[in-house]
């Protein structure tokens, strides 16, 4: 079965600074996508970035961008400039086929 | 506005009561499922559904029930709620499987004394 590790519970992070959430996956398949994420309090599931294995490129939405490693299975998301709205719960996910398997998550916090 | 939608948000019941969460999308969309979300667990999947009358269990389906039939709406059905399915429920949709985008509910907290 295909797991998602994030690795730490919880970052800190002060406003304007950079912070990279960690994540880590298993699989045997070589053709699948990678989510992450946000969660803020009102519970609201929101995509903030994808991947596509087949793609070398690193994708980059604004300020979110990832470091995809497909051979050490390695997903991590790079915040940059964070901002207070940036404080919530990230999720990791991997996504084939039926459904997507999420990662235990990683609370965000952002100092002022 | 394209969505999905779930009713209702928060549900506080006692053990036994059957009860059933709506989720409905407006984007007619094949794949419909469903997920529990628990403190450092995250999100796992209860049941899927590929299209009208087709449903199959994900990883954690015990204590549940599902059905599909319309494209719109994939009721969670909890025949004999125990405590034990406390937790936060999104419904989700991607127009088919493997799709890349899947829109979710917006949650229902539900408690069970």
């Known amino acids: 079965a295909q797991t998602v590790t994030q690795s730490q519970p919880e970052m800190s992070v002060q406003e304007a600074e950079t912070v990279t959430l960690s994540c880590t996956y298993d699989t045997s398949e070589s053709d699948y996508y990678l989510f992450w994420y946000k969660q803020p309090p009102s519970r609201q599931m929101i995509l903030v970035i994808r991947?596509?294995?087949?793609?070398?490129q690193n994708a980059t939405e604004n300020r979110f961008s990832v470091n995809f490693q497909k051979a050490a299975k390695s997903f991590s998301l790079k915040i940059s400039d964070s901002q207070l709205g940036d404080a919530a719960m990230y999720f990791c996910?991997?996504?084939?086929?039926?459904?997507?398997?999420f990662g235990a998550g990683t609370i965000l916090r952002v100092k002022s | 506005e394209a969505q999905v939608t779930q009713n209702p948000r928060y549900l506080i019941t006692v053990t036994g009561k059957k009860l059933t969460v709506t989720c409905s999308q407006n984007m007619n969309h094949e794949y419909m499922s469903w997920y529990r979300q628990d403190p450092g667990l995250g999100l796992r999947q209860i049941y899927y559904s590929m299209n009208v009358e087709v449903t199959d269990k994900g990883d954690v389906p015990e204590g549940y029930k599902v059905s599909r039939k319309e494209k719109r709406n994939f009721p969670l059905i909890l025949e004999s709620p125990s405590p034990n399915q406390t937790s936060l429920y999104f419904c989700?949709?991607?127009?088919?499987?493997?799709?890349?985008?899947?829109?979710f509910g917006p949650g229902t907290r539900l408690t069970v004394t």
């Open positions: 989700a949709s991607t127009l088919q499987q493997g799709a890349p985008e899947q829109y």
């Open positions: 996910a991997y996504c084939e086929g039926n459904k997507l398997v």
């Open positions: 991947q596509e294995a087949y793609k070398q």
